[in-house]
């Protein structure tokens, strides 16, 4: 399978605190997105970066790529409640079919 | 950003039944994109639907078990036919915002269909 996979699984912190969350993928890529899923509902795109670029801010996001660890990471600071939800990286590869491959997503708890 | 809706948003369908959904977009856009979330998993492709062509199915997915239409820029179906258990899914269609290799991709709400 070329899905990616993404660590931890699950993360559980309380709020104020900051949520890492990464990602891997097995092959190269022109894009990395980040998507937000709130129980089982639509997904919510929040970033994309680009495969020449390394980092990338959006409010309180900050995503880093490596292409050559074939990594990225989400961090969201100052985490509040409302950003309990599921987070998915997906890449889209260089066959220029555009489809994603989604990653196996990071289960993020915020407790107030 | 794409404003995409789904219908219907959930159902509730027997064995052995079809079910077809429709996914409607605001404006027009090359490439649209059928996704299967099972259970407490991530998100497959089941097939990209391009106006004008066939839709492109990826492997495990036939088009006798979910045949799909496009039958213009702002609009696809996706049929789940001859349905069992094992389909309970949610089902997400998505396009690919400002044109093909631009990236971004917007997701519409999910239809959850439970199969008894």
């Known amino acids: 399978s070329q899905q990616g996979e993404e660590d931890p699984q699950a993360l559980s912190i309380q709020e104020g605190e900051n949520a890492t969350m990464n990602c891997s993928y097995k092959?190269?890529?022109?894009?990395l997105q980040w998507y937000r899923q709130n129980s089982g509902r639509g997904l919510v795109h929040l970033i994309l970066?680009?495969?020449?670029?390394r980092e990338k801010h959006s409010g309180r996001l900050r995503v880093t790529l490596d292409t050559s660890k074939k990594s990225s990471s989400l961090l969201i600071t100052a985490s509040r409640a409302a950003d309990t939800a599921s987070y998915f990286c997906?890449?889209?590869?260089?066959?220029?079919?555009?489809?994603?491959?989604f990653g196996s997503g990071t289960r993020l708890l915020v407790r107030p | 950003s794409a404003v995409i809706s789904q219908k219907p948003s959930r159902d509730i369908c027997q064995r052995g039944t079809s079910l077809t959904i429709q996914c409607q977009v605001d404006?027009?856009?090359?490439?649209m994109f059928w996704y299967r979330q099972q259970p407490g998993q991530s998100l497959t492709l089941i097939a990209t639907?391009?106006?004008?062509?066939?839709?492109?199915?990826e492997s495990g997915f036939v088009i006798d078990k979910f045949p799909i239409s496009r039958p213009n820029l702002t609009f696809s179906t996706l049929t789940v036919s001859n349905m069992s258990p094992e389909d309970s899914s949610i089902y997400l269609c998505?396009?690919?915002?400002?044109?093909?290799?631009?990236?971004?991709?917007?997701f519409g709400p999910g239809t959850r269909l439970t199969v008894l």
């Open positions: 998505s396009v690919d915002w400002a044109g093909p290799g631009h990236g971004t991709q917007y």
């Open positions: 092959t190269s890529i022109n894009n």
């Open positions: 970066i680009r495969s020449n670029e």
């Open positions: 997906a890449t889209d590869g260089m066959d220029s079919s555009y489809k994603l491959i």
């Open positions: 404006s027009q856009v090359t490439m």
């Open positions: 639907a391009n106006q004008g062509s066939e839709a492109t199915y």
